[in-house]
């Protein structure tokens, strides 16, 4: 028996029509085919099904050798998953070259393209390898690969869906290598790995192949502690409240961060389309440019355990860790009066703005953050109650006392 024949006759299986239910449990309809001609077959079906998102670049249904390559790496065969008490269990992997694929995704994500998205990994991946995290938090898909040899993470979703999945991992002590697919609003992080500003349709089997392609890099990961001010005037016990991957805001940004939050929250039926959503945040921008809050008079500002002076005219302060701000923003560009930045130097940046209208010009490159400084600790003793934000969350942060330090690094997929 040649090769290929040999492949198809490991990795064959049981053809399965599955329907979740509300409880999560999974019936099958147990049909004898080749798992090849299964993933062809289910690729046509989904990729023929009608859209109304923008992912009609992927309605071209892929060559079955492309299938079967992807299938061999990425997808767990059905002899290593079973099916007990409503859960999968992952056995041992029979093809010891595989580096199975675990997608974390909210179907609910990017208008329709979560839900569409979804359908079509069915199709390239096991059931067990795609979690719904509008089902549910990351936690148990992680403990069920978390002996998996060569598993690698993809996140479907923006910033807060990969730090959600980041801090999960956190908490299990697991580390895998995380590749994020943009489909949110905020996508820094997507931005600075490589994976693009936003998905608009390629190919999965693309995406699949950069995967594979992609390089490894540690990113520094950061705890936003928080100690309230007392009725006493002290300060209360310190907790750790988030934890920052991209970057830290307080004052103009954080402000129009937060307007752009609240309004959609209450209206989230007007904020379905990426486009709209970058027109709507400018907007919220725009209502500021004749409000002038200076920080000097809000908080007062430690690095390394040294004073800071806030210039007298500042009105937001960002604390960075990537090189991609608020939509793909370089806030510190090279400079032979500084360090270069880097994500895994355990080192951040501080720059600041005069207020939203240099907000605007530096984001079109007709102005430049102000450089505060590099460091690696970082408090804000905060005096009246002021915005702040992390990751592009927002809130209304109560006088007290706010420490950022270095919490660890986690292994990131890079693609070039």
Request: glycine share 8%.
């Amino acid at each position: 028996m040649d090769s290929m024949k040999s492949a198809t006759s490991v990795s064959s299986f049981l053809k399965e029509d599955v329907k979740h239910d509300l409880d999560g449990k999974i019936e099958r309809d147990w049909k004898s085919e080749s798992a090849y001609d299964v993933l062809a077959k289910e690729t046509i079906s989904v990729s023929n099904e009608s859209s109304e998102d923008s992912l009609s670049a992927y309605d071209q249904t892929p060559s079955l050798e492309l299938a079967k390559e992807e299938a061999k790496v990425l997808r767990l065969s059905d002899s290593s998953v079973s099916f007990e008490d409503g859960s999968y269990n992952i056995d041992r992997l029979k093809n010891t070259m595989a580096r199975p694929l675990l997608v974390f995704i909210n179907k609910k994500s990017g208008g329709q393209q979560g839900a569409s998205l979804i359908k079509k990994l069915h199709a390239l991946l096991h059931p067990a390898q795609v979690h719904d995290l509008s089902q549910g938090s990351p936690t148990l898909a992680l403990e069920r690969f978390r002996s998996v040899p060569g598993t690698r993470i993809l996140v479907c979703g923006g910033d807060g869906t990969a730090g959600w999945v980041l801090t999960s991992m956190d908490k299990l002590d697991i580390h895998f290598p995380v590749a994020i697919l943009p489909v949110g609003t905020g996508n820094d992080l997507a931005r600075f790995l490589g994976w693009g500003g936003g998905y608009a349709g390629e190919k999965l089997e693309r995406i699949f192949k950069k995967i594979a392609s992609s390089q490894e890099c540690l990113l520094d990961r950061w705890s936003i502690n928080v100690a309230p001010l007392t009725e006493k005037g002290t300060l209360g016990e310190y907790k750790q409240m988030h934890v920052m991957n991209n970057y830290f805001g307080l004052g103009t940004d954080a402000e129009i961060t937060l307007k752009f939050h609240v309004n959609r929250e209450a209206n989230p039926q007007r904020f379905k389309s990426r486009n709209m959503n970058k027109i709507k945040y400018t907007l919220a921008g725009a209502s500021r440019l004749f409000e002038q809050k200076y920080l000097h008079q809000f908080i007062q500002v430690e690095v390394d355990g040294k004073r800071l002076d806030l210039p007298r005219d500042l009105q937001g302060i960002v604390v960075l860790n990537i090189s991609s701000y608020m939509g793909g923003t370089n806030l510190w560009p090279t400079s032979h009066k500084y360090e270069p930045q880097s994500p895994n130097d355990t080192t951040f940046e501080v720059v600041g703005f005069n207020g939203s209208f240099h907000m605007g010009a530096v984001k079109t490159k007709l102005s430049k953050a102000k450089r505060l400084c590099q460091a690696k600790t970082i408090s804000f003793r905060i005096i009246n109650p002021l915005p702040a934000q992390v990751d592009g969350e927002p809130w209304l942060q109560e006088p007290g006392q706010i420490t950022i330090t270095h919490l660890n690094q986690r292994t990131m997929l890079q693609t070039l």
